[in-house]
C-alpha cells in the first residue's frame, strides 16, 4: 500500500509539469476472468497532443465462490494512451501498459475460528483502446476495452465519464 501511495503521489508530480489538459472521471467496469462488474476511477494527463498517462483503480465487486468464500480483485492500472487524429469531437486511442491486480480470498478457518485472508498481487500488461466522445470543454463520456495479459488474464471493458481540471 505504501508503494502505491508512492506511486500515485509521483503520477501527481509529474502531472504539475504536463500539457494542459487533465481528466478525472470514473465509471463502471467488468472483468470476465472475475466474472464480475466493479466500479473505477481514473485519470487522464496530456504530455503532448496525442500522448497521455492514464492511471486507473477498479474494484471489482466480490464474487461468492462456495458458500461464504469470496474472491476480490482490484487492479491498479497506468496506461499510456495514443491518440489518433480524427478532426472531430471523437478520440480514438490505443492504450498498453502496466496492470497490478491484487486478489484475495478471505475465509473462515474451521480449526480455530479464525478469519483467514489469502492474497497475491500480480504484475501484468494492458493493451487494448477506447473511444471518447468530446459533449463540451468539461465533460468527456468514454469506453474502453483492454486485455490484461498477467496470471489473472481478463478482458475488461470499462465505461463511464471523464471531467476536465482546470
Given at each position: 500500500?505504501?508503494?502505491?501511495?508512492?506511486?500515485?503521489?509521483?503520477?501527481?508530480?509529474?502531472?504539475?509539469?504536463?500539457?494542459?489538459?487533465?481528466?478525472?472521471?470514473?465509471?463502471?467496469?467488468?472483468?470476465?476472468?472475475?466474472?464480475?462488474?466493479?466500479?473505477?476511477?481514473?485519470?487522464?494527463?496530456?504530455?503532448?497532443?496525442?500522448?497521455?498517462?492514464?492511471?486507473?483503480?477498479?474494484?471489482?465487486?466480490?464474487?461468492?465462490?462456495?458458500?461464504?468464500?469470496?474472491?476480490?480483485?482490484?487492479?491498479?492500472?497506468?496506461?499510456?494512451?495514443?491518440?489518433?487524429?480524427?478532426?472531430?469531437?471523437?478520440?480514438?486511442?490505443?492504450?498498453?501498459?502496466?496492470?497490478?491486480?491484487?486478489?484475495s480470498?478471505?475465509?473462515?478457518?474451521?480449526?480455530?475460528?479464525?478469519?483467514?485472508?489469502?492474497?497475491?498481487?500480480?504484475?501484468?500488461?494492458?493493451?487494448?483502446?477506447?473511444?471518447?466522445?468530446?459533449?463540451?470543454?468539461?465533460?468527456?463520456?468514454?469506453?474502453?476495452?483492454?486485455?490484461?495479459?498477467?496470471?489473472?488474464?481478463?478482458?475488461?471493458?470499462?465505461?463511464?465519464?471523464?471531467?476536465m481540471?482546470?
Amino acid at each position: 500500500m505504501k508503494r502505491l501511495i508512492i506511486l500515485l503521489t509521483f503520477i501527481t508530480t509529474i502531472n504539475c509539469t504536463c500539457y494542459a489538459q487533465k481528466y478525472i472521471g470514473g465509471g463502471i467496469a467488468y472483468g470476465t476472468q472475475i466474472e464480475s462488474a466493479g466500479i473505477g476511477i481514473n485519470g487522464e494527463y496530456f504530455v503532448t497532443d496525442n500522448i497521455s498517462i492514464a492511471p486507473s483503480l477498479i474494484y471489482f465487486f466480490p464474487r461468492t465462490l462456495l458458500g461464504d468464500l469470496k474472491f476480490k480483485q482490484t487492479d491498479l492500472n497506468i496506461n499510456a494512451n495514443y491518440y489518433f487524429e480524427t478532426g472531430s469531437e471523437l478520440g480514438l486511442y490505443a492504450l498498453g501498459g502496466l496492470n497490478f491486480a491484487i486478489v484475495s480470498v478471505p475465509f473462515f478457518n474451521p480449526f480455530n475460528g479464525e478469519r483467514v485472508s489469502n492474497s497475491s498481487t500480480e504484475i501484468g500488461l494492458n493493451l487494448g483502446g477506447g473511444v471518447n466522445y468530446k459533449v463540451n470543454d468539461q465533460l468527456l463520456p468514454f469506453v474502453e476495452l483492454k486485455y490484461n495479459i498477467s496470471d489473472f488474464d481478463q478482458l475488461i471493458l470499462m465505461g463511464g465519464v471523464r471531467f476536465m481540471l482546470n
